[in-house]
């Protein structure tokens, strides 16, 4: 089991202490999974505070001897109930804050409601995206987390060649590979940021399965095996000729990398290798274009440019009213992390940044075709860091 070391996060929680005394806050305080595990290396039951100047302070409910073992924090203490924070706080030499960061993007309106009471006296003000910014730029024990990631995801992909056959239901095929990726060290769960958006391991469709759209901010849906949980792989039996659509998300120490890849039995149309290629075009001119300063939305108006002057505007990431205006996203601790390779966005490229670039055409009644790779951003362009051939694969 690898844990955080103390230098990584002594270093995360100094970016975000400059970014708070650059936004005249006297503190974070931090509850969301994914946040907490960034922070501190542990995402036990627990409240954490990083001062705008100071060693941040770790307060557990539970487990306090998990979170003992798992955080390199300096100050990791047991915390009875949330209306406590501020006495431990004192008793660490932080005063009441003035001005409070929380994570008011995805913190629920009753927690929200009792810090106001605990906190009656501080102005709450949202640091989120202060902590989503200072994520954003992964360090090289990040990178190295999800490079195992795509190992796994390689290896899947091999299981995948071998698994497709004739007949065979999206949802059993689904079960095999998931079988496969979580014997070779996968979590099992892939965590959104975005309210009420959730995955699980990813999307395998084939044929017009491909083409039904979903609830998810994706550019494919699925028609799943219920409305309870409608995306994904259903009962559809795959035939020969059809595009399998492979989508699918890999977690090594929680870090993700996504990747797509299409497959097809014995054979596919001159006109779905076609579009699949203008894809693989378009994904490769935005990672040589992906360099630090460069806006998500310039990269996504390249990508529309070059599906326009292709014949494939209409069909780029779903049909009609259910389009979605991006070809790629931010991926890391979460599946929607910054940036964002969308319509408007004006937030420029970092080195380091880690990109999932996804370029994918739709066609009603036929299926999806596309790419793709998750990708580190450098002077030079972003960097490859799955794996694999995006070339379509023919099975027997």
């Known amino acids: 089991m690898r844990y955080t070391p103390k230098s990584e996060l002594d270093s995360r929680a100094g970016k975000l202490q400059a970014l708070l005394a650059a936004n005249d806050l006297d503190g974070a305080l931090i509850v969301q999974n994914a946040d907490l595990f960034y922070f501190a290396g542990t995402l036990q039951q627990s409240h954490l505070y990083i001062p705008r100047e100071g060693v941040p302070v770790l307060m557990t409910r539970r487990s306090f001897a998990r979170a003992q073992a798992e955080s390199a924090l300096e100050r990791v203490v047991p915390l009875a109930s949330p209306r406590d924070v ?3 706080l004192q008793q660490h030499g932080y005063a009441r804050p003035k001005r409070l960061g929380l994570e008011l993007d995805v913190l629920p309106a009753n927690l929200y409601l009792g810090h106001r009471e605990i906190f ?15 994520r954003a730029v992964k360090s090289p024990f990040e990178l190295a987390a999800m490079r195992r990631a795509a190992q796994i995801g390689e290896k899947t992909m091999a299981a995948m060649r071998e698994l497709l056959v004739e ?6 095929l689904a079960g095999k590979l998931e079988a496969v990726a979580r014997g070779l060290g996968h979590q099992g769960l892939a965590r959104f940021r975005l309210f009420n958006n959730e ?6 469709m084939a044929g017009k399965s ?6 998810l901010s994706s550019p ?15 009962p559809h039996k795959i035939r020969r000729g059809e595009p399998v659509l492979f989508d699918y998300v890999f977690v090594s120490d929680g870090y993700i990398v996504d990747q797509t890849r299409i497959l097809a039995i014995g054979s596919l149309s001159d006109k779905l290798r076609r579009a699949h290629d203008a894809m693989v075009e378009i994904q490769n001119a935005i ?9 998500g939305g310039a990269l996504f108006q ?14 780029l990431g779903g049909i009609g009213k259910d389009q979605i205006t991006f070809v790629g996203h931010g991926v890391g601790l979460e599946m929607d992390e910054y940036p964002f390779l969308a319509k408007g966005q004006a937030m420029p490229l970092e080195a380091g940044m880690v990109i999932a670039v996804e370029p994918k055409v739709t066609f009603a009644n036929v299926g999806t075709v596309g790419i793709e790779n998750t990708f580190v951003v450098t002077e030079r362009g972003a960097r490859r860091i799955t794996r694999g051939s995006d070339e379509v694969v023919i099975v027997p």
């Open 302 to 315: 390249l990508a529309r440019n070059m599906a326009q002057r292709s014949g494939y505007a209409d069909h």
């Open 287 to 295: 990672a040589a274009a992906a360099k630090p300063g460069v806006t």
């Open 167 to 172: 007949g065979i239901s999206e949802i059993a």
């Open 199 to 204: 995955m699980f391991y990813g999307h395998l």
């Open 86 to 88: 501020p006495r431990v």
């Open 210 to 215: 491909a083409a039904h759209p979903s609830y």
């Open 120 to 134: 009656a006296l501080a102005e709450l003000c949202d640091c989120s995206t202060l902590i989503r910014r200072v």
């Open 220 to 234: 494919t849906g699925g028609p799943g095996q219920s409305p309870a949980f409608s995306q994904g792989s259903g």
